[in-house]
């Protein structure tokens, strides 16, 4: 019996890829390589340093440590100043309904990012009231696809993975959650998130009873 719902927050409750992707972009130009929209899909779900790491391999750049993350900090400045200007319109279409009907349901509701910036983001949007748990890559040691986000999203819940839908736009997300033994929902196309036990494109129309629904079909 699903007791719990634990959500990604970028590409899932909102639309942060984008402003991920321009801010990676701009530095990866400076450091004289580029970031095709296409590698930029295997950035999501994955750390700050981690997504640095992976843009300098493929562009065969080398940096130090101490460099890695003065340049961390400067995509991430970048990064905050668009997000202060988001409003609630950047709400992924249905996502707030489908969490009204989640809480109607009796299930609790957590958050499972990988972003340290999650907290914020949740503030600017003024969503913070929906979750009972949130768990973001300031509190996490491993990323995805380990599933330890989402393992102690559903542990604040004290809930069992197989209690727990985990709902993730990421490849590295849905692989984290059939790891830890959760039900995984992608949100996004199906050719992308293979692995996953259901893909939907979007929230619009659905209801949890939908998801349960096509979960057990
Ligand atoms: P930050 P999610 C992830 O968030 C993003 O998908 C990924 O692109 C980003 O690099 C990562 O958070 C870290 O974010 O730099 O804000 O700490 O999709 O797990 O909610
Ligand atoms: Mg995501």
Redesign the pocket.
Known sequence: MIKGCIF?????IVDT?QH?FQAWRRLARELGTDLTETQNER??????IE?LELILQWGGIELSEAEIKQQTIRK?EW?VDQIKHMDKHEILDGVLPFMESVKAAGCMIALG??????GMVLDILDIRKYFTSIID?NKTTRS?PDPQVFEMAAAEMGLKPEECIVFE??EK?IEAAIKGGFKAVGIGKKEVLTEADLVIPNFIGRDLNSILADLNN
């Open positions: 990604d927050l970028d590409g899932v890829a991920h950035l999501k779900g994955v750390s700050r997504s991430n990064y990012s990988a972003s340290k910036n999650a890559g995805k736009d990421a997300g």
